[in-house]
């Protein structure tokens, strides 16, 4: 895919791009062997070094922050978790105590059967039921959501969505 950018001085340049993702909040164009192309906030854009082989695995994921890691990690031993898409949303969490927070969606047609179990298990000891009641729901709703505190990271494989 062809993608034009506005250089930092004001001129223009063509670029090939490979992957979009999304890293701490900034928009990241994967160019070829490797390079990136990093959109911050504030509008600034530098070549840099960098490439994320979930793209060829994953439509869109996420990275498991440190905090991620100790809670999720024995279940994404990689780190990396696949969403339904790769920006958080704002919801309202739990039965008893409604948190607000912001959640990625896991996306559990990825996930091995196992990895659906301990998803399950960790989720309702959370809640305070067994996994069995939080499969169940999760049956029924297709949705396990995953705190954005959780994350340190996103990415997506689709870059029609930048278009």
């Not at 994953?58 to 990275?63: F, K, N, P, Q, S």
Request: glycine share 10%; with cysteine; hydrophobic share 40%.
């Amino acid at each position: 895919m062809k993608a034009l950018a506005k250089g930092i001085c004001g001129g223009h340049l063509v670029l090939d791009v490979e992957d979009v993702v999304r890293v701490e909040g900034d928009i990241v164009l994967l160019l070829a062997e490797g390079k990136y192309v990093r959109l911050t906030k504030e509008g600034n854009m530098g070549i840099c070094f960098w490439r994320d082989e979930m793209s060829n695995k994953y439509r869109h994921w996420v990275h498991l922050s440190a905090e991620g890691v100790k809670e999720l990690g024995h279940i994404f031993k990689d780190g990396i978790v696949p969403v339904k898409c790769f920006l958080s949303a704002q919801a309202t969490l739990g039965d008893k105590e409604q948190i607000k927070a912001k959640i990625y969606l896991i996306d559990l047609k990825q996930l091995t059967e196992e990895q659906v179990d301990l998803c399950c298990e960790y989720a309702g000891s959370l809640q305070g039921v067994p996994g069995c009641v939080v499969k169940r729901d999760i049956c029924r709703s297709g949705e396990l959501p995953i705190r954005e505190k959780q994350v340190s990271g996103s990415g997506t494989s689709d870059v029609s969505i930048f278009l």
